[in-house]
């Protein structure tokens, strides 16, 4: 069982940046992922890490400005989010699947987090 907790929601401008943060019991054997929720809309694939770090993915829309890491000793996952726009406001879940990356992407998901909300005004 591994129990993540996200950290770092909050509001901020447009144009501005947040790191949030997701603390694991036991993940470092796990692919991660970031994933959001917008009111109204269906939860999305945000970012997405391997188990080691050495490879990262993201959607379209957040290339170029958000960032995920990880630290397996600290048993901590980063999402950096810089030029946030009104758009990104949603409720930010991390995620963990010990099937790999590619799993995390379409959504097969072991494990999830209760959620940070992100609030960016415009």
């Known amino acids: 069982q591994v129990q993540l907790v996200e950290s770092g929601g909050g509001l901020v401008q447009a144009g501005g940046s947040l790191r949030l943060s997701c603390t694991g019991s036991?993940?470092?054997?796990?692919?991660m992922g970031w994933f959001r929720q917008a009111p109204g809309k269906e939860r999305e694939f945000v970012a997405a890490i391997s188990w080691s770090g050495d490879s990262t993915y993201y959607r379209n829309s957040v290339k170029g400005r958000f960032t995920i890491s990880r630290d397996n000793a600290k048993r901590i996952l980063y999402l950096q989010m810089n030029s946030l726009k009104p758009e990104d406001t949603a409720v930010y879940y991390c995620a963990a699947s010990s099937l790999g990356p590619s799993t995390v992407i379409a959504g097969s998901i072991d494990y999830w987090g209760e959620g940070t909300l992100v609030t960016v005004s415009s």
């Open positions: 036991d993940f470092s054997s796990y692919a």
